[in-house]
T-cell receptor, first 113, second 114 residues
Framework: NAGVTQTPKFQVLKTGQSMTLQCAQDMNHEYMSWYRQDPGMGLRLIHYSVGAGITDQGEVPNGYNVSRSTTEDFPLRLLSAAPSQTSVYFC????????????FGSGTQLSVL | AQSVAQPEDQVNVAEGNPLTVKCTYSVSGNPYLFWYVQYPNRGLQFLLKYITGDNLVKGSYGFEAEFNKSQTSFHLKKPSALVSDSALYFCAVRDERGSYIPTFGRGTSLIVHP
């Protein structure tokens, strides 16, 4: 049972480049979400999804897109990378939106030069 | 609106001593409270939660947390710290009446000295 899998683990981008952070879970979880973690700021929610075909914005959605075509996958797209998007990104899922236990991936460390 | 505060950026404790990591919250209705732990270069792992019932909640790795409604606190505790407990700890809250999305605190770095 792999849980929540994120790829890549590390990525360096140049300003203006685009890329997709991958997230997959094999637990048949309805709820999936993306967070960014910055020093002294804790975790901030970027986007979330309560099921296939349904997505919504979190606290800091600007500069990011998401889609949920399947239950398993929830990719995060950076449209035009900026240095302010340098961060560690975590994907998290839970069985249902109101289920209280989140399962986190191991993170993607992104640097934008 | 819901919010959570972790007043200490870092907590230092000697191995074998009891530890406390503090968390206070603010919600309109009843709180759902959680603790997560993050080891270096890893994602967060669920430790324990309070939904309702007994104010003392027991979780993984010997940790427990005490819910105090009058002080709006949910401090994480362990009777005897281990060096391997050194990690980043996050408190999170969700308002029973509000969004199902939890709000996370900024995190507290726990350092246990041998």
């Amino acid at each position: 049972n792999a849980g929540v899998t994120q790829t890549p683990k590390f990525q360096v981008l140049k300003t203006g480049q685009s890329m997709t952070l991958q997230c997959a879970q094999d637990m048949n979880h309805e709820y999936m979400s993306w967070y960014r973690q910055d020093p002294g700021m804790g975790l901030r929610l970027i986007h979330y999804s309560v099921g296939a075909g349904i997505t919504d914005q979190g606290e800091v959605p600007n500069g990011y897109n998401v889609s949920r075509s399947t239950t398993e996958d929830f990719p995060l797209r950076l449209l035009s990378a900026a240095p302010s998007q340098t961060s560690v990104y975590f994907c998290a899922s839970s069985k249902a939106p109101t289920n209280e236990k989140l399962f986190f991936g191991s993170g993607t460390q992104l640097s934008v030069l | 609106a819901q919010s959570v505060a972790q007043p200490e950026d870092q907590v230092n404790v000697a191995e074998g001593n009891p530890l406390t990591v503090k968390c206070t919250y603010s919600v309109s209705g009843n709180p759902y409270l959680f603790w997560y732990v993050q080891y270096p270069n890893r994602g967060l792992q669920f430790l324990l939660k309070y939904i309702t019932g007994d104010n003392l909640v027991k979780g993984s790795y010997g940790f427990e947390a005490e819910f105090n409604k009058s002080q709006t606190s949910f401090h994480l505790k362990k009777p005897s710290a281990l060096v391997s407990d050194s990690a980043l700890y996050f408190c999170a809250v969700r308002d029973e009446r509000g969004s199902y999305i939890p709000t996370f605190g900024r995190g507290t770095s726990l350092i246990v000295h041998p």
